[in-house]
């Protein structure tokens, strides 16, 4: 199953009439258009005048809160005309024991979105590759990243389109900071090493806060992860934690540090490939900091 999604997004048709619902589905639209817009996602006006064909995205949804407000959100700019895309929903059945292999499909087609469901277990793979003690994201990941790929190619998507958010992006930014020894977070637009398949996170700027608060009032049916999930100790709850620590002690600081990942002063970090200290000079253009103590 792979036509185009219909002109009305059924599955905003249980959706709450609140005005505090109304203000959070605005809230993640309008957060979406805007990184859509202002990293290039998408070139709209070449669509619209027929320079460019219609590009296909297929939109990642493994039955989180996260992914099923990416297609949800997705749909609501496509019915509003905002998004001439044609979108596919593609689950990836990685053979995890008990997964409930009915609910997405089952959701998909109730609400009349194209999908795909693949399945490749790679749980066993994982399962067996992995020392005892040690975590699974890692591997899980590079593999399920790799057949994402290979179904993009195969239905001809210009794009896989993820559903991380914020929380997401300073989590990762912080762990490699912590244990990776780098500067480097989750960006909005990536390109695949094969150079082939665009990487796209509309819901970037996207606090977890408001697509919990969104998947609830739409009633999702949440499937949650068993493989990586159930797993104690992980890096990344580590990080989550930590903001959560620093978020009770200093309100909004999540929020400033999205800003920050969008702020950057090349001349003020310490890598001689992105600055050309060098080459600095006095006669240069200055930027002092009186941030930054003597």
């Not at 094969?194 to 009032?217: C, H, N, Y």
């Not at 934690?241 to 001349?267: C, F, Y």
Request: proline share 6%; charged share 25%; net charge negative.
């Amino acid at each position: 199953m792979a036509d185009t999604l219909s002109s009305t997004p059924s599955l905003y048709a249980n959706a709450p009439d609140s005005v505090s619902f109304k203000k959070l589905r605005k809230r993640l639209v309008r957060g979406a258009q805007e990184v859509i817009d202002t990293y290039g996602l998408l070139d709209r006006r070449a669509i619209e005048a027929g320079e460019k064909p219609r590009p296909k995205w297929l939109v990642c949804l493994s039955g989180g809160k996260d992914s099923y407000g990416l297609l949800a959100v997705l749909m609501d700019l496509q019915w509003q005309g905002a998004l001439p895309v044609d979108l596919i929903a593609c689950n990836l059945d990685q053979g995890q024991p008990g997964f409930p292999k009915h609910v997405l499909p089952d959701w998909l087609a109730a609400v009349g979105v194209p999908f795909k469901i693949i399945t490749e277990d790679t749980y066993s793979i994982v399962t067996e590759k992995v020392e005892a003690g040690r975590t699974y994201c890692s591997m899980c990941s590079r593999l399920r990243r790799g057949i994402l790929y290979r179904v993009a190619r195969e239905e001809g998507c210009e794009a896989i389109v993820l559903g991380h958010h914020r929380d997401d992006a300073l989590e990762t930014f912080m762990m490699n900071l912590v244990h990776g020894g780098r500067l480097a977070a989750m960006p909005p637009k990536l390109l695949n090493d094969e150079g082939d398949v665009m990487v796209f996170r509309p819901l970037i700027t996207s606090a977890e806060a408001d697509l919990a608060k969104f998947a609830e009032a739409m009633a999702f049916p949440i499937i949650p992860c068993n493989l990586c999930g159930s797993q104690d100790g992980l890096q990344r709850v580590a990080m989550k934690h930590l903001l959560d620590e620093w978020e009770r002690k200093k309100p909004g600081v999540r929020q400033i540090m999205a800003r920050a990942l969008a702020n950057v002063r090349t001349s003020h970090l310490h890598d001689g490939g992105v600055f050309d200290f060098a080459g600095l000079a006095p006669g240069a253009a200055g930027e002092d900091d009186p941030n930054v103590p003597f």
